[in-house]
């Protein structure tokens, strides 16, 4: 995820925005971004109790049209696109033939012959050569990350807040679902997604106007709590989710079977890139399983970190930290299959000590409803 | 903003030093840089910490950070308090937060550390690179 020295850092259109109030800015897959606000727990805490505003306007997106639009996209994701309506959208992954993935997605469902995805930030330009090297369809392929800022407004009262700034009938928005709205008078893609585990809404608009509606927001949410936060807290909570994060759950070696993302794979859907990789091991079995923890000793388990069972090296951390709304400190590890077991005691390496953890289901937090 | 009477390290711990013992904590620019401090490790009291050399982590929510002593020497207390609250060392980095005190084997170690002046030249010299 380092970026090479030399290389400047892409900036997203509230980028002087953050700093001017006191965000602290990191490298993220090669953009300039806030990682915190007020602090991570803080932040943490305003999503899980109130709502909290991200700027994720590095995310990218991906335009695929045109009368082999549904055709590429069949090929290329493991989910079934073609089950999608209009204004629909649904958590997939871009297939290599080996099971593992080149990136998850979101696709949404825009019009008949008309999809974008929304792909992570540091594989943009990777999603976007792959699917084009892939399209022997005539689809119509764009990478149109530039149009685009994307605002997550993530939280309990996120709906609330939303309904004071939009023309849109939220109550009428189902989750995995989006429309056409204007959101403090800007017109743009609102859908009912998110990577925090709560109720919330991601909102893709002309950058140009990114400061109104950053703006807008936080001032409509201020009697909720509505806190700005940044991608520190993003991390945490998406983690508390269990939600898989690619360069740690996901790489292109890990199948999607073995990051628990069966669900994903519809098999049965055709052939595409990988099916028979996944199929095969769905026959044979897994090599290692994604599993999560938490520590039943003091310590904090981070990426990296070898796992212990019964003192021999069998796993590896994927993503540990701190959680701050279940007070605990938690992680997610990959394991051999036959050692996955929820209530199954082992250790973590914590720089030479092994310390005390315990298997638990996932995810770690689930809203209530 | 960094008390004059204390003397600072590279790695950004600060050391205040009566007679023959050194108090050692992290500076305001380590916790700000940190965030969220949730776990620190600490050396016991008749351990050996040697200039330089690390003697402890401290761990906020996002990363894990070592702790480089400023000196040499024998540890004679440990902060106490930092164990269920470590927190404080967000709140009062050059106070109340202090980390651990050593019986110093070498003063003159201490010469080679900036001032609160020279360290604030650092820190902005950081910021610009």
């Known amino acids: 995820m380092a970026t090479p020295v030399g290389v400047a850092l892409k900036r997203t259109a509230l980028n002087k ?44 997106e991906i335009e695929v049209r045109g009368p ?143 400061e109104a509606v950053w703006s807008g927001l936080l001032e409509a949410g201020k009697p909720d709590g509505l806190m700005p936060c940044g991608l520190g807290a993003r991390n945490t909570l998406r983690l508390e989710a269990a939600y898989p994060l690619y360069g740690h759950e996901l790489d292109e070696e890990t199948t999607l079977l073995e990051a628990n993302l069966g669900w994903v794979c519809k098999l049965d859907k055709g052939d595409f890139v990988g099916r028979d990789a996944l199929a095969a091991q769905r026959e044979k079995g897994l090599r290692k399983k994604l599993i999560g923890f938490e520590m039943t000793e003091r310590g904090i388990a981070r990426d990296g970190y070898d796992v212990l069972v019964e003192g021999r090296r069998l796993g590896t951390v994927t993503s540990g930290s701190p959680a701050p709304f279940l007070k605990k400190s938690i992680g997610l590890a990959y394991v051999p299959p036959d050692c996955a077991e929820p209530g199954r005691e082992f250790q973590i390496d914590i720089r030479g000590k092994a310390i005390g953890a315990r298997q638990v289901a996932l995810p770690f937090y689930k809203r209530p409803k | 903003m960094y008390p004059p009477e204390l003397l600072y390290t590279k790695e950004h711990e600060w050391i205040r030093v009566d007679e023959s013992i050194g108090t050692i904590g992290i500076t305001d620019h380590a916790q700000s840089e940190l965030g969220d401090i949730v776990f620190v490790e600490l050396p016991k009291p008749g351990d050996a910490v040697t200039a330089l050399e690390s003697f402890g982590t401290v761990e906020s929510v996002k990363a894990v950070s070592e702790l480089f002593s400023p000196v040499t020497g024998e540890v004679t207390a440990v902060n106490a308090k930092l164990q269920n609250n470590p927190e404080l060392i967000n709140s009062d980095p050059h106070g109340e937060a202090w980390l651990i005190r050593v019986r110093l084997k070498d003063r003159r170690e201490t010469e080679s550390l900036m001032s609160a002046d020279e360290y604030e030249k650092y820190i902005q010299e950081e910021k610009g690179d």
Not at chain 1, 45 to 53: P, Y
Not at chain 1, 74 to 89: E, G, P
Not at chain 1, 125 to 132: I, T
């Open chain 1, 68 to 210: 082999g639009a549904l055709a590429l996209l069949q090929h290329i994701t493991s989910n079934d696109a073609s089950r999608l309506k209009v204004f629909q959208a649904q958590y997939s992954a871009l297939m290599l033939p080996n099971g593992a993935t080149v990136d998850d997605c979101v696709v949404h469902r825009l019009a008949d012959d008309s999809y974008f995805l929304c792909v992570n930030a540091a594989n943009t330009d990777k999603d976007f050569e792959w699917v084009s090297a892939a399209n022997r369809f005539g689809a119509e392929v764009r990478n149109v990350s530039g149009q685009y800022s994307q605002l997550a407004l993530q939280g309990p009262r996120a709906a609330v807040i939303l309904a004071r700034v939009t023309d849109a009938e939220l109550h009428r928005l189902r989750y995995y679902w989006f429309v056409e709205a204007a959101c403090c008078g800007v017109n743009g893609i609102l859908a009912r997604t998110g990577y925090t585990g709560e109720d919330g809404f991601e909102f893709y608009f002309p950058p140009q106007r990114s």
């Open chain 1, 17 to 60: 925005v953050h700093k001017a109030a006191g965000a602290r800015m990191v490298e993220f897959g090669g953009w300039e971004m806030p990682v915190e606000y007020a602090g991570i727990t803080q932040e943490h805490l305003a999503v899980r109790n109130a709502a909290g505003l991200f700027d994720v306007s590095h995310m990218g």
